[in-house]
C-alpha cells in the first residue's frame, strides 16, 4: 500500500517558509500568519493521526465498520492524483462522515459548490443544518487547505478569524483538500476531537 507525501513534503514544495530547526528533525512548519497555533498543530498532526483512527477501526468487530475504514484509508491517505482547481468549481453533492476511535457515522448528501471569486476559489455547505464556507489555499498540485468557519442553518457565514485579523474563534474550520476517484474530499480536524470527512461527488 503506498504512503501518500505528508502535508511537511508539500509546504516544503510549496515553498513556505520553515523554522530554523527545519533540516535537524522532522521540520517545525511555519504556516502562514493567518492560520492560528492551534490549527496549525491540528493540520501538521492530521495524517498521523487519522491513519491510527483508521488503523484502530480496521480491527473492529463490525465488518461493515472495517470496510468503510478501508475505503476511507484509500482515499485520505493513499497518494492522489493532481487536482486541478478548473475540476473542483461547479456544484456538488457532499456527505459528511464523522471518523472517531470508537465508530464511522455518515450522513445523506447535501448541496455544496465551490467557486472563484477574486480572493480565490470559495467552498460552501450550501444545504442541511450543519454549514461551513471558506476559501482554499494550494499546497501543491495534489492538496489544498481549507480556511473557514462553521454556521447553522440560513445565519450569515462566518470567515477564519486570522483573515480578520481577529482572535481564534469556535466557528474556525481548517482542512485539508485532495483527490478522489469520483471528485474530492476535504478533511477536517475538529475543535474538540475527531475528524470530519466531505466527501465530494457530481
Not at 492551534?38 to 477501526?57: C, H, I, N, P, Y
Not at 463490525?62 to 497518494?79: G, K, S
Not at 462553521?150 to 486570522?162: F, I, K, L, R, T
Request: proline residues 4%.
Amino acid at each position: 500500500m503506498t504512503q501518500r507525501c505528508t502535508l511537511a513534503t508539500a509546504l516544503l514544495a510549496a515553498g513556505l517558509l520553515l523554522s530554523p530547526l527545519a533540516f535537524a528533525e522532522e521540520a517545525a512548519i511555519v504556516w502562514p500568519a493567518a492560520v492560528n497555533a492551534a490549527d496549525q498543530q491540528r493540520l501538521s498532526a492530521l495524517d498521523g493521526e487519522v491513519k491510527q483512527v483508521l488503523d484502530q477501526l480496521q480491527q473492529s468487530e463490525d465488518e461493515t465498520t472495517r470496510d468503510e475504514a478501508l475505503n476511507f484509508y484509500r482515499i485520505v491517505l493513499e497518494d492522489p492524483e493532481p487536482l486541478a482547481d478548473a475540476a473542483l468549481t461547479g456544484n456538488w453533492k457532499c456527505r459528511s462522515v464523522q471518523v472517531g476511535p470508537e465508530a464511522l457515522y455518515g450522513y445523506p448528501n447535501f448541496k455544496c459548490s465551490v467557486r472563484q471569486t477574486p480572493k480565490g476559489l470559495f467552498l460552501e455547505k450550501i444545504s442541511g443544518s450543519q454549514r461551513i464556507s471558506g476559501y482554499l489555499q494550494r499546497l501543491d498540485d495534489k492538496q489544498l487547505v481549507f480556511v473557514g468557519g462553521a454556521s447553522v442553518n440560513d445565519d450569515p457565514q462566518v470567515g477564519y478569524s486570522g483573515l480578520e485579523q481577529a482572535a481564534a474563534r469556535e466557528s474556525d474550520v481548517v482542512g485539508v483538500v485532495r483527490n478522489s476517484h469520483d471528485g474530492f474530499v476535504l478533511l477536517v480536524p475538529e475543535q474538540f476531537g475527531g475528524y470530519n470527512l466531505f466527501r465530494f461527488t457530481r
